[in-house]
């Protein structure tokens, strides 16, 4: 039976190996500077199944999915064998080949550790296995110290073996292996044996090219004992295991002295080699034998045989260990909070640490201006469960990864609330990344700097000044092109460049003059809803700016465009007659050869629409046109009956899984909730600023002007709904081909007052378009909708035969359409409360708890009802079980989503008796079946048709929960609206939404404001902060960073007092309530 408990900060399974199977991870941070891995385990051997350098090609242990993990981690993870004089055949703590009702062993999850222990009763032994990755160091580790204790009555002699059965040389890639393994043996290496310290590697590139490069970098595998003695190496796995290939059990150790295999020749060649480490020691009761190792990986092997003697010390271990686990604490003391419930607290910072990983920690580097904000420590959401992502962190220095647009779009959703000083960055970097037909590039990477057009001289002038004359050219190649932080501070360190002034004055030199570039690629398509979390960016903006609100909007001119390879092509490309003679919408894209070719471009770069048809100078304007361009965009794709955003562009929105909705003409009314939010934000812009001029370019004016004609038409009654779609439709395939290689450059002045007649009658349609929606789903509006074509008619050219698509099927044009909901699914409401008042909210939230979207068995939120009814057709969601993946199962990331509009729209008492059986702290672990500081993807809901699954999550960690969680963190803590700005004044109002079952027993609650300033409430009373008979801020007191005390009457901060508050200058607020 395993038990669940959390003490601390540690979340602790007792019997772990016989709880239900999880995977989880280790952060992968090394810190600024260090080198990260990746580090995969389960609750299954000892843990760690799969680590590695950058991402799954580089692996040290081979990375394999979930249920592959737990069935090879006892075997092909690591491995302890002891041997105990007179006791009898060889002892494996933690084996799982056969049950042993003598050994109690718990694992212990920390955030940047994982620890787990054996007590054997039988054996009179404890071993105990901790694991963290080595921060801030010049080369990739993974740490593993191992003890055993004699915890008997008697004096023991034993031998001990420990390490790894199969250690991948650098060079083999994971895919590779999978795929000829036996042949990647020829090219395997281990040199360095006579350091003691073995170099994993391959002795060339192993690709089938003319071209064949040496593998100079290479993995290495070192262990020493609590003494400092450096042991040695077996590389050998035959010298432990003979015969046994199934490395079950290690025959030759059986019969065989730790002493005579270390005697003993090895031949690590044409075979997969391994890494252990053997001693012989007695122990007299209670005293403990330990083996350190590290396994990494490192460019230059002479790196660690110099320091190897530095490194084999228990006090470096310990020391390393400790700055490992303060690195993750000190990171997420921007979000420290303390109530009367410490799981929840703890589970706060695990979210924060959790949503960075995923979109970033931003860092601001010294720029001599405001600051480059570059994002460390993220990857994409790709592990042991996500088999399907690939994921890479950079190893180098001021580390960046890799992720999807809307991944890190959503995660970074609130970074400007923990840290002011990030400022506009992601607002500008998401809002650039939106191409000029609305659409925007999949794929992510970490920014990018380059010294500054006209700026060589001063580059010159800063190299002379900073190199050592013998390192002058070093320095310069090093900073030529394209570069990271990382990559120019990891270059001054491997190749010994020596300067004059710190690393860290050179790079603030350096960043002066450069630009900051975003780095993106088209990918794999264009989903319908990635521009919908760009708002959530500004409204966050605003909420700690609100007094930047016309800057932000009209005075800076640094916006761009992306500028795709692939292009959307018109109805008369992709809607087809399929083979059984259904119109269907298949072959959308165009990967536009012909645009690459005339602009001289390449496929994955990233490109920037500019003018001169693409020829010139690249565009720029500021955001409310860009607002204007994206809104006008998804208002022209508005589907036949005026309801959803259209799917025409051969990807569904944020349920992935309903991929074949492009096909059915689909439709989604999440977007539309989120184009009636742009929209009236837009009008609400253009009624505070409408002495504002906007320079619009003339391709975007003409586009403007003929969509707001055509929703004048159709208002009159002069269009109906398939007549304005056919018409709008056909100008906005117009739009696109007249800016498919760039713009001219020209533009029309326009006035913001203009703007606002036009996007009020915007308005007027969208609402119209979400009642009809609201009427076909019975009260609740359908999330999606199909169509079908009622009429017809085949393309026929000029001779009368058939006009086949690219895509192969016979061009077909739609005279008619008809509408089909389909079942519920949680999105649409979602998105759709917080746009609704109190009462509407209401309303929403009694229909969607009554209908099948709610679990009562488990008191949660499922993404949809059964699709028991629907076609194939529809997606893979089809194929997937119910109550599984995207089908009917609890989605963290969108019941989150739900639960946060509830709180935003004023549902309080609802919001809070929710959280208490969805909010993952709040779950039974045995239930959920892992850790409850971490969430997951989906929970299985009660309508699988495993019983033993129901309640138990899936998919660890990285997922947009965090952010919603992070949202309704905010607003529980610190209200709404924060900052206001009335009377030409800007105001801090502290509002906290807070139960009274979350203050603790001396009735205070505690988090940090801004990521630095410690708010405390203190209630005089144990009552809400809401509702009739709650408690509201009485009185304040401030302490300055520098230890003076400001008391305040009342809940509000106004003017100087509120800006130094914003600006870092207030170390402390105490609140009292009553």
């Given at each position: 039976m395993s038990n669940y408990r959390f003490e601390k900060d540690t979340f602790v399974i007792e019997q772990y190996d016989l709880a239900k199977p999880f995977s989880s991870f280790l952060p992968g941070i090394a810190g600024l500077k260090g080198i990260p891995m990746w580090t995969f385990y389960v609750n299954r051997g000892q843990g760690i199944c799969s680590f590695g350098i950058r991402d799954k090609n580089s692996p040290i242990m081979e990375f394999s999915p979930a249920n592959i993990s737990y069935k090879n981690v006892s075997t092909t993870g690591f491995r302890t064998f002891i041997k105990m004089a007179g006791t009898g055949p060889v002892y494996e703590p933690f084996q799982s080949f056969q049950p042993d009702s003598?050994?109690?062993?718990?694992?212990?999850?920390?955030?940047?550790?994982?620890?787990?222990?054996?007590?054997?009763?039988?054996?009179?032994?404890?071993?105990?296995?901790?694991?963290?990755?080595?921060?801030?160091?010049?080369?990739?580790?993974?740490?593993?110290e191992v003890s055993v204790t004699n915890i008997g009555a008697g004096t023991v002699s034993l031998e001990l073996l420990d390490g790894m059965p199969e250690i991948l040389p650098y060079g083999v890639e994971n895919s590779g292996y999978k795929e000829v393994g036996n042949l990647l043996r020829s090219w395997m290496e281990?040199?360095?044996?006579?350091?003691?310290?073995?170099?994993?590697?391959?002795?060339?590139?192993?690709?089938?090219?003319?071209?064949?490069?040496?593998?100079?970098?290479?993995?290495?595998?070192?262990?020493?004992?609590?003494?400092?003695?450096?042991?040695?190496?077996?590389?050998?796995?035959?010298?432990?295991?003979?015969?046994?290939?199934?490395?079950?059990?290690?025959?030759?150790?059986?019969?065989?002295?730790?002493?005579?295999?270390?005697?003993?020749?090895?031949y690590a060649v044409n075979k997969v080699p391994c890494g252990f480490s053997g001693l012989s020691t007695q122990l007299k009761p209670g005293e403990t034998a330990t083996v350190y190792t590290l396994v990494g990986h490192v460019n230059d092997i002479g790196k660690i045989n110099k320091r190897s003697k530095d490194l084999c010390s228990p006090a470096y271990i310990l020391r390393k260990r400790e700055e490992a686990s303060a690195l993750t604490r000190k990171l997420t003391e921007d979000v420290a909070t303390k109530t009367g419930l410490p799981l929840f607290d703890e589970y706060s910072r695990q979210s924060y640490l959790d949503n960075f990983l995923r979109g970033g920690y931003p860092f601001l580097f010294d720029n001599g201006k405001e600051g480059a904000v570059v994002h460390l420590y993220s990857r994409k959401h790709g592990d042991l469960e996500r088999d399907y992502n690939f994921f890479s962190l950079a190893p180098e220095y001021y580390s960046q990864g890799n992720g999807n647009f809307r991944d890190m779009n959503q995660n970074r959703r609130n970074d400007v609330f923990f840290n002011p000083k990030v400022g506009t960055f992601n607002i500008r970097m998401f809002f650039s990344l939106i191409q000029a037909d609305g659409y925007n590039p999949l794929s992510v990477e970490g920014t990018k700097f380059r010294v500054s057009e006209g700026k060589e001289e001063e580059l010159q002038e800063l190299l002379r000044a900073s190199a050592a004359e013998e390192d002058y050219e070093k320095l310069t190649k090093a900073c030529a092109g394209d570069y990271t932080p990382g990559k120019i501070i990891n270059a001054i360190s491997d190749q010994a460049i020596r300067l004059e002034i710190s690393e860290e004055q050179f790079l603030s030199g350096l960043l002066t003059i450069s630009d900051q570039h975003f780095a993106a690629s088209f990918g794999e398509g264009f989903w319908s809803d990635h521009w919908t979390y760009n708002m959530d960016l500004v409204d966050t903006y605003l909420n700690i700016y609100p007094d930047r609100y016309e800057v932000l909007l009209f005075e800076e001119n640094t916006y761009t465009f992306f500028d795709s390879p692939v292009y959307v092509l018109p109805r008369s490309e992709k809607v087809v007659i399929s083979r059984g003679g259904k119109v269907r919408q298949y072959g959308a894209l165009l990967e536009d050869e012909e645009k690459l070719n005339k602009l001289g471009r390449k496929r994955n770069a990233a490109e920037w629409l500019r003018v001169d048809g693409g020829l010139g100078g690249?565009?720029?304007?500021?955001?409310?046109?860009?607002m204007i361009s994206l809104s006008l965009n998804k208002m022209a794709t508005l589907d036949p009956y005026g309801m959803g955003v259209e799917m025409e562009a051969n990807k569904p929105g944020w349920n992935d899984a309903m991929n074949g909705l492009p096909g059915l003409f689909g439709s989604g009314m999440s977007e539309t909730m989120e184009l009636k939010r742009l929209v009236a934000f837009i009008v609400d812009a253009a009624e505070r600023c409408g002495h504002q001029v906007i320079q619009v370019p003339e391709e975007i004016a003409s586009y403007l002007g003929s969509v707001y004609e055509a929703v004048q038409q159709y208002q009159s009654g002069s269009l109906d709904s398939f007549g304005y779609w056919d018409l709008v439709a056909g100008q906005r395939e117009s739009y696109r081909a007249s800016v498919r290689y760039g713009i001219s450059g020209l533009e029309v002045e326009m006035s913001v007052e203009n703007v606002k007649v036009m996007y009020a009658a915007f308005l007027d349609k969208i609402e119209e378009g979400i009642q009809r929606a609201e009427q076909m789903g019975g009260g609740i509006v359908p999330t999606y909708f199909r169509f079908e074509a009622e009429r017809f008619e085949e393309v026929r050219d000029a001779a009368g035969n058939p006009v086949i698509t690219r895509y192969g099927l016979p061009a077909a044009k739609v005279l008619e359409f008809k509408a089909y909901a389909l079942p519920h699914f949680l999105e649409a409401p979602a998105r759709g409360m917080k746009l609704a008042d109190e009462g509407q909210a209401r309303t929403m939230y009694d229909r969607i708890k009554a209908s099948h979207l709610y679990d009562p068995a488990l008191g949660m939120y499922k993404t949809s009802v059964s699709l028991g009814g629907e076609t194939d057709e529809i997606g893979r969601i089809r194929a997937f079980t119910a109550g599984w993946l995207e089908r009917e199962s609890v989605f963290?990331?969108?019941?989150?989503?739900?639960?946060?509009?509830?709180?935003?729209?004023?549902?309080?008492d609802e919001f809070f008796s929710e959280i208490k059986t969805s909010l993952v702290p709040f779950l039974d672990p045995a239930v959920y079946g892992r850790s409850t500081l971490e969430n997951s993807s989906f929970i299985a809901s009660s309508v699988n048709p495993d019983p033993h699954v129901h309640g138990r999550g899936f998919v660890a960690r990285l997922s947009g929960s965090t952010a919603e969680f992070l949202s309704m963190w905010i607003t529980m803590m610190a209200g709404k609206k924060v900052f206001r700005y009335e009377g030409g004044q800007l105001q801090l109002h502290l509002n906290p939404l807070l139960p009274a079952w979350l203050f603790d027993e001396n009735q205070e609650v505690s988090f940090t404001f801004l990521g630095s300033v410690k708010v405390t409430y203190r209630s005089e009373r144990a009552a809400n902060t809401y509702g009739q008979d709650g408690v509201t801020i009485q009185r304040l007191t401030l302490i300055t960073v520098g230890g003076d005390s400001i008391k305040v009457d009342g809940p509000l901060l106004t003017g100087a007092l509120a800006h130094e508050v914003r600006n870092g200058n207030?170390?402390?607020?105490?609140?009292?309530l009553k």
């Open positions: 003598k050994a109690k062993r718990t694992m212990l999850i920390r955030q940047n550790e994982l620890v787990i222990e054996e007590e054997h009763a039988g054996k009179g032994l404890r071993t105990s296995v901790s694991y963290f990755q080595l921060p801030g160091e010049d080369f990739a580790a993974l740490v593993r281990v040199e360095n044996l006579d350091q003691g310290i073995p170099f994993y590697k391959v002795r060339s590139s192993t690709h089938d090219e003319a071209e064949v490069s040496e593998v100079t970098s290479g993995h290495f595998y070192l262990s020493f004992n609590q003494h400092g003695k450096l042991l040695q190496p077996l590389v050998d796995f035959e010298l432990i295991f003979g015969g046994n290939t199934s490395l079950i059990h290690p025959d030759r150790f059986a019969v065989n002295s730790v002493e005579a295999l270390l005697n003993a020749t090895p690249m565009y720029r304007t500021n955001l409310f046109v860009k963290l990331h969108m019941t989150y989503k739900y639960l946060l509009s509830l709180l935003k729209v004023g549902l309080y207030i170390r402390e607020i105490h609140a009292v």
